[in-house]
């Protein structure tokens, strides 16, 4: 037996689609996984007089939010090792408490943990690249959340894996796995340029179009990949993968903080979609990714929040204010990234990005019901002229109290519906303890 509709009513309803149009007192009809109806409120009390009715009175209601990058089971090395360049960060530090503690357990307890912060944070879709595939997908669908399990692919060993062939071969065995669950998808993640060999970019490429599945790949994340890259190689990383075939509208390049102007165009030409981790790129000190010129060329551009272990929040939020800013700030042009468009970035953008547009990244009748309501009532957000740009500049991640996903309620007034807090909190003590340990 069907459940009855859930008609949502807040004070504005923010579809994204068009961008910037923002609708005042209309209600969101949620049936089953979809959303049924978008219609005037008092019109929507009489045609939906017997579902369940959710007043959001000093709310905004718009579309779940996509975190395109994240290392969500590293929720557990967060704060571990901070204020390092990124290759003394990964040699000396990460790799090394990875290749002792990281276990199906970890990557389970991580990613739960992770997920219960995204959840409370507005995150509904997330974007992943760790190893433990099989525990990935579990942790989402114990979370309820929409995931994207990235399966890590490296030359060298690893606690999970041989080699390139043996990371591919796992991470097409927990692809099947879990064929038919809605919620989990999977995609091949060579970890980066300067970890993988031509010859497994080749079979990646060749395996991404047999099974229709995406690749995720850090690209030109500092200038020491791309120096690495012209001494062993001769060409810049991105001139390397284009040779190769990489390139293409099934790529999501991760940061891309050095780019020029003939590697913009080259990645406009070829529909490749980019992962902005704004707030990872500061921290590592990788450098300002051009954002502004890369959508004036066309480019997808989604927002990541990379691993906590390096941002240290998985606050889609907080980043979104901070990659319009940044924006800004590169680009000398305060014109850049008006708050609609950084708000489609972390929506609709990545759900392009995912190829999963249809489904997800806005309010539209037929779509699946991912959405979340914002409390705009706060002394941090009033007084309020315009929604969309007080989500984007003033409200913070505490101010999101209802999500859903899938039509399934994950968070009720900030109070998680799937996953337990403290049983939450007590593994990531458990962790904490395990990995202080020297």
């Given at each position: 037996m069907m459940p009855k509709p859930l008609c949502l009513h807040p004070r504005w309803l923010i579809p994204v689609e068009p961008r910037g149009c923002v609708l005042e007192n209309h209600a969101l009809v949620i049936e089953?996984?979809?959303?049924a109806a978008i219609l005037p409120g008092t019109e929507a009390r009489t045609k939906y007089a017997d579902a369940t009715h959710l007043k959001l009175n000093e709310h905004?209601?718009?579309p779940g939010l996509i975190n395109l990058h994240a290392h969500s089971a590293m929720s557990l090395l967060r704060g571990l090792a901070d204020d390092l360049a990124l290759m003394d960060w990964l040699s000396n530090h990460i790799w090394p408490a990875e290749g002792k503690h990281v276990s199906d357990e970890f990557v389970f307890d991580g990613t739960v943990h992770a997920m219960a912060e995204m959840i409370r944070g507005g995150t509904t879709t997330v974007n992943d690249m760790y190893f433990h595939h099989e525990a990935v997908a579990r942790a989402g669908l114990t979370a309820g959340m929409r995931t994207v399990v990235g399966c890590t692919v490296l030359e060298f060993p690893t606690g999970y894996g041989l080699n390139a062939n043996?990371?591919?071969?796992k991470a097409l065995a927990a692809r099947d796995s879990f064929t038919g669950e809605a919620l989990v998808k999977f995609s091949l993640a060579p970890h980066a340029p300067y970890t993988v060999a031509d010859e497994t970019f080749r079979k990646i490429i060749t395996l991404a179009e047999q099974l229709d599945i995406g690749i995720h790949c850090h690209i030109h994340e500092t200038t020491d990949e791309i120096e690495g890259s012209l001494k062993q190689y001769g060409v810049r990383p991105l001139e390397r993968l284009r040779n190769l075939g990489l390139l293409g509208p099934n790529l999501i390049a991760a940061h891309v903080v050095h780019a020029t102007d003939a590697e913009i165009s080259l990645l406009a030409k070829h529909g490749v979609n980019i992962a902005h981790n704004p707030a990872s790129n500061l921290k590592l000190a990788s450098g300002?990714?051009?954002?502004h010129t890369m959508q004036a060329a066309g480019i997808q551009v989604g927002i990541g929040t990379d691993g906590a272990a390096s941002n240290n929040k998985l606050d889609l939020l907080g980043d979104l204010r901070l990659a319009a800013i940044l924006a800004k700030a590169e680009s000398t042009n305060p014109e850049a990234m008006p708050a609609a468009a950084a708000l489609e970035m972390a929506t609709l953008s990545g759900a392009r990005a995912l190829g999963m547009d249809k489904q997800i990244g806005s309010l539209l009748v037929g779509k699946q019901a991912d959405i979340i309501a914002v409390n705009l009532s706060s002394i941090e957000t009033q007084p309020l002229?315009?929604?969309i740009s007080q989500l984007v500049y003033a409200a913070g991640r505490e101010q999101v109290s209802h999500v859903w996903v899938n039509g399934r309620m994950l968070?009720?007034?900030?109070?998680?519906?799937?996953l337990n807090a403290g049983q939450i909190l007590a593994r990531a003590h458990h962790w904490r303890e395990r990995i202080a340990v020297k």
């Amino acid at each position: 037996m069907m459940p009855k509709p859930l008609c949502l009513h807040p004070r504005w309803l923010i579809p994204v689609e068009p961008r910037g149009c923002v609708l005042e007192n209309h209600a969101l009809v949620i049936e089953g996984e979809r959303i049924a109806a978008i219609l005037p409120g008092t019109e929507a009390r009489t045609k939906y007089a017997d579902a369940t009715h959710l007043k959001l009175n000093e709310h905004a209601l718009l579309p779940g939010l996509i975190n395109l990058h994240a290392h969500s089971a590293m929720s557990l090395l967060r704060g571990l090792a901070d204020d390092l360049a990124l290759m003394d960060w990964l040699s000396n530090h990460i790799w090394p408490a990875e290749g002792k503690h990281v276990s199906d357990e970890f990557v389970f307890d991580g990613t739960v943990h992770a997920m219960a912060e995204m959840i409370r944070g507005g995150t509904t879709t997330v974007n992943d690249m760790y190893f433990h595939h099989e525990a990935v997908a579990r942790a989402g669908l114990t979370a309820g959340m929409r995931t994207v399990v990235g399966c890590t692919v490296l030359e060298f060993p690893t606690g999970y894996g041989l080699n390139a062939n043996d990371y591919i071969g796992k991470a097409l065995a927990a692809r099947d796995s879990f064929t038919g669950e809605a919620l989990v998808k999977f995609s091949l993640a060579p970890h980066a340029p300067y970890t993988v060999a031509d010859e497994t970019f080749r079979k990646i490429i060749t395996l991404a179009e047999q099974l229709d599945i995406g690749i995720h790949c850090h690209i030109h994340e500092t200038t020491d990949e791309i120096e690495g890259s012209l001494k062993q190689y001769g060409v810049r990383p991105l001139e390397r993968l284009r040779n190769l075939g990489l390139l293409g509208p099934n790529l999501i390049a991760a940061h891309v903080v050095h780019a020029t102007d003939a590697e913009i165009s080259l990645l406009a030409k070829h529909g490749v979609n980019i992962a902005h981790n704004p707030a990872s790129n500061l921290k590592l000190a990788s450098g300002f990714a051009r954002i502004h010129t890369m959508q004036a060329a066309g480019i997808q551009v989604g927002i990541g929040t990379d691993g906590a272990a390096s941002n240290n929040k998985l606050d889609l939020l907080g980043d979104l204010r901070l990659a319009a800013i940044l924006a800004k700030a590169e680009s000398t042009n305060p014109e850049a990234m008006p708050a609609a468009a950084a708000l489609e970035m972390a929506t609709l953008s990545g759900a392009r990005a995912l190829g999963m547009d249809k489904q997800i990244g806005s309010l539209l009748v037929g779509k699946q019901a991912d959405i979340i309501a914002v409390n705009l009532s706060s002394i941090e957000t009033q007084p309020l002229y315009d929604p969309i740009s007080q989500l984007v500049y003033a409200a913070g991640r505490e101010q999101v109290s209802h999500v859903w996903v899938n039509g399934r309620m994950l968070m009720e007034n900030r109070e998680l519906t799937t996953l337990n807090a403290g049983q939450i909190l007590a593994r990531a003590h458990h962790w904490r303890e395990r990995i202080a340990v020297k």
